[in-house]
């Protein structure tokens, strides 16, 4: 990167110029420029016009100070902080105002929020005076912030309260999206009348008493085994027709292309299968098996977004991720044996067989979310958004079509899964798909997954038995259950904000500079394809620099001190059996043999 006379980066230069001018300067580079340029560095000139990395990296700052960020709502003063999620800021705005309430005598209950992302509390409005100047006082001392947020005409009956967090690089900005707001409810002869419309009532009986609640009766953003409990009116302790009680779990399917055993295993097994390469390269290309990441990422991602997901399921052929904390009690291995049991071939490299079997997973609830580890919430979102109250599941059809044309020679791997879909829903259903699904998590049922088994057991049968993707594979989990489930009655098509990239395209640094701006996107895919290696370590650094920036808080499911490397699990199973004392990560230590 050049630099100027004073040593500064060019690169620091744009990241610290205002976003309209950053805008402008790529779009016009985008149509003069980059045209001219070889196509394999077009990615790295896209890079250098629109970088990613944090705007503060050079200076971040410690944990407890307070740093100007900028937000959708201005600029405004955060503390920093090394870890956090949404749910634990709003809980501690809520808890700090209670607090504050309660040290002044202030009578209060908590109310259920339409916004998932925030809570709620009301007081008599007779002390609204009281309460504000109270308020004022909290945020003023600590570097919070209280503003009206009522309904128009009636700002002043609804004030939310927050006290902003953002990482050491000032990326991530947690505030008044997670505030608690303080409704000043109306005294009549009937009862006490809301300022604005909640989930539950407009108003509480006059005398109705106090009760005290746990956190998941106040709305779906939450863990379903949270206790945390506030004081209430039994009137919002009633669970409305909307709510979904039903279990969720997530379900990941994962693997390390680099990981030594694993080529090993994919190499014999390519030997093997000699029509691979004469059906179509991408069976068995590399970009299938990246893993550059991703993973950790989306699992920070549905820490923060998802909170109400019961447990994690992360299924591998024998790996582990370095970084994976195994002890999680909300987190389980998987691997391809525990699943496949005496049906299909081992090992295999065909994700489409994988997704055939995920409806085995011991202990897998009947509703769950399947997940590729390249897809990546992108804000807080509730189980309404994927399933209904009733149990159906949604489906995101795609704007993308499938080709009309009979399955071919030239077919990708996954254009001839569709085709066999779509003959498969035609003979059944006399019905004929179009379109394809978006890459986002798709909700799922065990019950209608092994009704498909049951149904075409010949096609499952066949795709479990490809060690890599074939001509003759249905894809189960990203398209065949969707249509079926919706003609037998079982689905409906829902809405997602959703957002594709592919990581190739040099267009991909600018959408996801304006991601980082406007977090706006329930979910997001970050995919690739087999570009050649020339665009790949550009690829890499281009998610180096977003992720971390997007999702820059550890999750649980991390370890505080990552492995050496991936390993599988009879080689954790082995090092734990080691004497006591100094330990060399798992990657510097012969490990026996995996069978």
């Known amino acids: 990167m050049r630099r100027k006379d004073d040593g500064v980066t060019l690169r620091r230069i744009l990241r610290q110029t205002p976003w309209p001018i950053r805008r402008r300067i790529f779009q016009a580079a985008e149509n003069r420029v980059l045209p001219r ?15 990613l990395g944090p705007v503060r990296r050079d200076r971040a700052a410690a944990a407890g100070r307070i740093i100007r960020v900028r937000t959708p709502h201005g600029r405004l003063g955060a503390r920093v902080v090394v870890t956090g999620s949404p749910v634990e800021v709003r809980r501690a705005n809520l808890d700090r105002v209670v607090e504050a309430l309660e040290l002044a005598g202030v009578t209060w209950f908590r109310v259920p929020s339409v916004d998932p992302g925030k ?49 050491p690089d000032g990326n991530v900005v947690l505030g008044p999206e997670h505030a608690c707001e303080v409704e000043f409810w109306r005294a009549e002869e009937r009862g006490l009348v809301a300022p604005r419309p ?9 005398g109705e008493p106090s009760v005290i609640a746990a956190e998941p009766v106040f709305g779906p953003f939450s863990a379903p ?18 709510r979904i009680g039903f279990p969720i779990d997530v379900v990941y399917t994962w693997v ?27 069976a068995a290309n590399d970009s299938r098996w990246i893993s550059r990441d991703e993973l950790r990422y989306s699992m920070r991602a549905l820490h923060s977004f998802a909170p109400w997901v019961r447990h994690v399921y992360l299924v591998t052929d024998d790996q582990v991720p370095a970084w994976l904390n195994l002890n999680h009690p909300r987190l389980t291995l998987v691997t391809h044996r525990e699943i496949f049991g005496d049906a299909g071939r081992l090992p295999t490299f065909n994700s489409q067989a994988i997704e055939s079997k995920l409806h085995r997973i011991p202990g897998l609830a009947e509703h769950f979310l399947y997940l590729n580890d390249d897809v990546i919430l992108g804000r ?34 996954a254009d001839s899964a569709a085709k066999n879909n779509r003959r498969l829903i035609r003979e059944t259903f006399g019905r004929v798909l179009t379109r394809k699904m978006m890459h986002t998590p798709h909700p799922s049922r065990r019950s209608v997954l092994r009704e498909i088994e049951e ?54 640094p600018y959408r996801l500079a304006r991601l980082l701006r406007s977090r706006n996107v329930d979910a997001f895919c970050l995919n690739d394809v087999d570009d050649g290696h020339a665009t790949r370590a550009e690829q890499e650094a281009l998610l180096a620099d977003f992720l971390p920036a997007y999702l820059p808080f550890p999750s649980p499911f991390e370890l505080r001190r990552p492995r050496g490397a991936t390993a599988s699990p009879a080689a954790l199973a082995a090092l734990s059996r080691l004497p006591a004392g100094p330990r060399r990560p798992v990657g510097e230590v012969a490990l026996p043999p995996v069978a």
């Not at 340029?37 to 970088?51: C, T």
């Not at 001392?141 to 309260?161: F, I, T, Y």
């Not at 085994?225 to 909307?242: G, K, L």
């Open 225 to 242: 085994d949270d206790t945390t409990a506030y004081r209430t009116r039994r009137t919002f302790t009633t669970v409305d027709p909307d």
């Open 256 to 282: 390390d292309g680099g990981d030594p055993a694993w080529q090993r295993r994919k190499n014999r097994a390519r030997a093997e299968n000699a029509w691979v390469g004469d059906v179509n390269g991408q």
């Open 455 to 508: 149904r075409f057991a010949e096609q499952v049968r066949s795709t479990a038995e490809h060690q890599f993707r074939h001509p003759d594979d249905v894809s189960m989990l990203s398209s065949l259950q969707q249509y079926y489930a919706y003609l037998t009655g079982q689905a409906t098509p829902g809405e997602i904000r959703y957002r594709y990239t592919d990581l190739a395209d040099p267009v991909t």
């Open 380 to 413: 807080p979102v509730t189980p309404d958004m994927f399933f209904t109250p009733g149990g159906l599941t949604k489906f995101f059809p795609s704007a993308s079509l499938v080709d009309p044309a009979p399955r071919g020679p030239g077919d990708r791997p």
């Open 37 to 51: 340029i070889a196509p394999e560095r077009r990615l790295r000139v896209a890079r250098a016009l629109m970088p």
């Open 119 to 167: 809570t709620a509390v009301g007081v008599p409005e007779k002390d609204s005076d009281l309460v504000a100047g109270l308020l004022a006082g909290i945020v003023r001392r600590d570097h919070g912030m209280v503003r009206p947020s009522g309904p128009k005409g009636r700002e002043s009956r609804v004030l939310a309260v927050c006290w902003p967090v953002t990482d």
């Open 198 to 206: 909640n989930p539950v009532a407009w108003s509480i009986p006059a």
